[in-house]
């Protein structure tokens, strides 16, 4: 059993399967940003077949292939899925730390339409159930930016091993809040627990009706961003398709069109897009820059299937 490395005070977790094994190795984080993606792992059941998937995850995976040392933090059950996931992760070479509970690992059934997906998830999957420990406390107080959503949260044990986890990070740290409202795992009092641990809430051009009803406040981007920025949020990211995307961050806003491209589907999007933008501002570019970033790295995972692609040809052209 491997145990944990720690440098200049950051404590380090590669590979950790809790509490049953840890890690296949370790890794020092001390020269780049540490991203950490909370919540859901799971597979995206595609008519082509099963992808590793969950917005957390995509996350993670997308600040990796960018650069960040990046991790995903969730649970698994012990059967096939689990293994699997544990399986693929360290072959891509992403670390994590997955708690094994008693509870079959998650999974979403996509139909697309046009490229555009609905989900139907299964219900009581391992992700709902991440226990809290010392490691995970220690995991918060290292992060640079972590993000987090609705899914793991709603009323599960997740959703207060949440709590506990944005509680321990580091101030000056960033705490991303992708609300992504699926199914029913979302309520209004949840959002509200959850709003005060934000620096930035992301949403899309269909939610934001709803989270806009729930302060009271005109289903506009600008309006929302101005109540989230009276309540100390520092940003609000709304993407609205293959229209366009909105960013608001620290008093200023940015609007750029959607980039055109030939797409195979849009599962994961939101999710590089909010990965890109973070890890550009990580990387000192200003918010138009990293909103150009995020453009950019969100249309190319379009043009794939799955919310996982491999970003190195992207790199490699000097696009991010």
């Known amino acids: 059993m491997y145990g944990t490395f720690c440098c200049e005070d950051r404590w380090v977790f590669y590979g950790i399967l809790y509490p ?3 890690g296949y190795g370790m890794r020092n984080f001390k020269k780049k940003p540490v991203f950490a993606g909370f919540g859901e792992v799971l597979y995206d059941c ?10 957390p995850a995509n996350f993670a995976w997308i600040a990796h292939e960018l650069g960040m040392d990046a991790m995903v933090i969730s649970a698994v059950g ?16 992403l670390p994590f730390y997955l708690s094994e509970v008693p509870h079959t690992t998650g999974y979403v059934e996509v139909q697309l339409e046009k490229g555009i997906p609905s989900y139907h998830f299964a219900e ?3 992700y709902r159930y991440i226990p809290w420990s010392e490691e995970l406390k220690q995991i918060a107080e290292t992060v640079d930016v972590v993000c987090f959503g609705t899914m793991a949260g709603a009323d599960s044990k997740s959703g207060e091993t949440l709590e506990m986890f944005l509680q321990h990070v580091r101030e000056g740290a960033i705490r991303l809040f992708d609300v992504n409202l699926r199914g029913d795992f979302y309520s209004e009092e949840q959002i509200n627990r959850l709003l005060p641990y934000a620096d930035i809430v992301k949403c899309n051009n269909e939610e934001l009706p709803w989270l806009a009803a729930c302060a009271g406040v005109p289903a506009e981007a ?21 229209k366009d995307s909105m960013v608001f961050w620290e008093g200023n806003k940015t609007v ?24 550009a501002l990580m990387q000192g570019k200003n918010s138009m820059e990293a909103h150009k970033v995020a453009c950019r790295v969100s249309a190319w995972v379009c043009t794939f299937e799955g919310a996982m692609p491999d970003l190195r040809s992207f790199i490699h052209k000097g696009e991010a």
């Not at 699997?84 to 891509?92: D, F, S």
């Not at 109540?227 to 293959?242: E, K, M, P, V």
């Open 20 to 22: 049953v094994q840890k």
């Open 46 to 55: 595609l008519p082509e077949g099963e992808r590793l998937g969950g917005a």
């Open 256 to 279: 750029i069109p959607s980039e055109p491209v030939r797409i195979k589907d849009t599962v994961g999007a939101g999710d590089s897009f909010a990965a890109a933008f973070t890890a």
């Open 78 to 93: 012990n059967d096939e899925r689990g293994k699997r996931i544990q399986r693929e992760l360290k072959e891509r070479g």
């Open 124 to 126: 009581d999957s391992a």
């Open 222 to 242: 600008e309006t929302y961003a101005s109540w989230l920025a009276s309540r100390g949020i520092r940003g609000f990211i709304c993407t609205r398709g293959d």
